[in-house]
């Protein structure tokens, strides 16, 4: 039996690709692993916001959270695609349980207090209402897990006094990996794995330590956005889970096979 926690984004949410994630969650759950998503919405919230004529203001990349954004968080990723997300995961057999963090307080957050941000000038900045994780309600996910069911986790936190705090998706996804001592957070992504030609999805690299990681850097092989990914995704490791799968490009069995035969599709980094 394997503990995994499935990061999606929430561009796939309402992709084809979802179905067949779904199938395979199904036979992962059915030979009784462990099983937990969690997904984002930055896209589909950013959309919500155009619609309604709200500002989307981004300080160093990161979305600023005022009131009005938060509300929009609310409405799309703990409301549509949380549960678009459970109807298309149902339909394929699976039992999903929706969750944000004020649910059981299933993700425990704090405000976080204005720091000083790499390409945001010397000030320390305040991001509004966002929040960093500080724990999670594990024994309720443990007794989803023994009846065979799927938590699925909205990247909304939550503090003691109930103010919902938004929080970055792949944040919330290594700290509960880390927290379950995952066997592998999966990372649903657009490319096939690490690969040693972008255009060429066969040159895929089937497993990375972090040695080889910073020789490829070095080498030129792993460049542009791959390598702050890859940097997050090896923080990941120091924080608990045993191993990190990107994976992409999804062919029927990929995910099962990926957690269960480690390097057989998608890149390991252990």
């Keep these: 039996m394997k503990t995994i926690v499935l990061k999606l984004g929430g561009e796939i949410v309402?992709?084809?690709?979802?179905?067949?994630?779904?199938?395979?969650l199904?036979?992962?759950?059915?030979?009784?692993?462990?099983?937990?998503?969690v997904h984002g919405g930055g896209p589909q919230a950013?959309?919500?916001?155009?619609?309604?004529?709200?500002?989307?203001?981004?300080?160093?990349?990161?979305?600023y959270t005022d009131e009005a954004t938060l509300e929009v968080m609310k409405y799309v990723v703990a409301g549509q695609l949380n549960v678009d997300l459970c109807a298309r995961l149902l339909a394929n057999g699976v039992m999903p349980v929706g969750l944000h963090g004020a649910s059981g307080h299933a993700v425990q957050a704090?405000?976080?207090p204005p720091r000083v941000m790499q390409g945001a000038g010397p000030e320390p900045v305040d991001l509004g209402l966002v929040g960093d994780v500080v724990g999670f309600n594990l024994p309720l996910l443990g007794d989803l897990f023994e009846r065979r069911y799927v938590?699925?986790?909205?990247?909304?936190?939550?503090?003691?006094?109930?103010?919902?705090?938004?929080?970055?998706?792949?944040?919330?996804?290594?700290?509960?990996?880390?927290?379950?001592?995952?066997?592998?957070?999966?990372l649903v992504t657009s490319t096939p794995g690490v690969l040693r030609d972008v255009k060429d999805p066969s040159s895929r690299i089937p497993?990375?330590?972090?040695?080889?990681?910073?020789?490829l850097v070095a080498?030129?092989?792993i460049s542009g956005g791959m390598i702050p990914k890859l940097e997050e995704s090896f923080e990941v490791l120091r924080g608990g889970a045993r191993s990190v799968v990107?994976?992409?490009?999804?062919?029927?069995?990929?995910?099962?096979?990926?957690?269960?035969?480690?390097?057989s599709a998608g890149t390991v980094l252990e």
């Design 110 to 112: 704090t405000r976080r």
């Design 46 to 63: 950013t959309a919500l916001q155009k619609r309604l004529g709200l500002e989307t203001r981004m300080v160093a990349g990161r979305r």
């Design 207 to 215: 497993r990375i330590t972090r040695a080889e990681f910073e020789r």
């Design 246 to 263: 990107i994976l992409g490009k999804l062919s029927p069995g990929d995910l099962v096979a990926a957690v269960l035969e480690p390097g």
């Design 14 to 24: 309402h992709s084809p690709e979802l179905d067949l994630v779904a199938r395979d």
């Design 219 to 221: 080498d030129g092989t």
């Design 26 to 37: 199904r036979t992962l759950v059915d030979g009784w692993n462990r099983v937990a998503i």
């Design 151 to 186: 938590p699925v986790l909205a990247c909304l936190g939550c503090d003691d006094a109930g103010q919902a705090l938004n929080i970055n998706g792949d944040t919330v996804a290594s700290q509960l990996a880390g927290a379950l001592r995952a066997d592998a957070l999966v």
